[in-house]
């Protein structure tokens, strides 16, 4: 894997962090920095496609506002109750 340089600047707090995690775990600061980087943008990818699909079925459902969603969740238990109550 071809690698580049980049600076930052982070509190000294997070930097004393870092440090504690990689003595701890026997690597260098800067494995701890691409690991968490790495989480960071899978997770950011993750989190996007959950958007995008609760956009797909807002939109499926004519869902416009949180109004909307209380209106189902109501009618959902409505309808729960009603089947429990005709077993």
């Not at 003595?23 to 494995?31: A, C, H, I, S």
């Not at 899978?42 to 969603?69: M, P, R, V, Y």
Request: no cysteine.
């Amino acid at each position: 894997m071809e690698k580049q340089e980049i600076y930052i600047s982070l509190p000294s707090n997070i930097v004393r962090e870092i440090d504690r995690l990689a003595k701890q775990e026997k690597v260098t600061m800067d494995k701890i920095m691409i690991k968490a980087l790495n989480q960071y943008i899978q997770n950011h990818g993750i989190w996007q496609q959950i958007f995008e699909k609760g956009e797909k079925w807002a939109k499926e459902l004519g869902i416009e506002s949180e109004d909307d969603i209380d209106d189902l969740i109501h009618e959902f238990r409505k309808e729960q109750s009603a089947n429990k109550s005709s077993l």
